[in-house]
């Protein structure tokens, strides 16, 4: 089974960075799609930004100039670069990866991380 751990998140003031991180374990030979979602109280879940194994991103619109995500395939682990942060902005971040193919099989379903909490202040 994949286990997605996130690091990064914390306490920032605004227009402040952070960089989150997001690693996947097991023996992983490929993960199509791997991204970010954010939950603010209140609110759905909703993705913030993903990029494909090929390195194509797209991002939501709120953010577009601010984030940037990457990916390091060889470690099968994704970043997010938070610039210009607001306190809109504030959330608990979650990791997600689709489409892993690894020694066991192919899981076509999304994995989800335990979440990072990130938290911007005015």
């Known amino acids: 089974q994949v286990q997605l751990v996130e690091s990064g998140g914390g306490l920032v003031q605004a227009g402040g960075s952070l960089r989150l991180s997001c690693a996947a374990s097991g023996i992983i030979f490929r993960i199509n799609a791997m991204g970010w979602y954010r939950q603010a109280p209140g609110k759905q879940r909703e993705l913030v930004a993903a990029m494909t194994s090929g390195g194509s991103a797209n991002y939501v619109d709120s953010v577009k100039g601010r984030f940037t995500i990457s990916r390091d395939n060889a470690k099968n682990t994704v970043y997010l670069q938070m610039n210009g942060l607001k306190p809109e902005d504030t959330a608990v971040y979650y990791c997600?990866?689709?489409?892993?193919?690894?020694?066991?099989?192919?899981?076509?379903?999304?994995?989800w991380g335990q979440g990072t909490q990130v938290t911007v202040s005015s």
């Open positions: 997600n990866a689709n489409g892993i193919a690894t020694i066991s099989g192919f899981y076509s379903g999304a994995s």
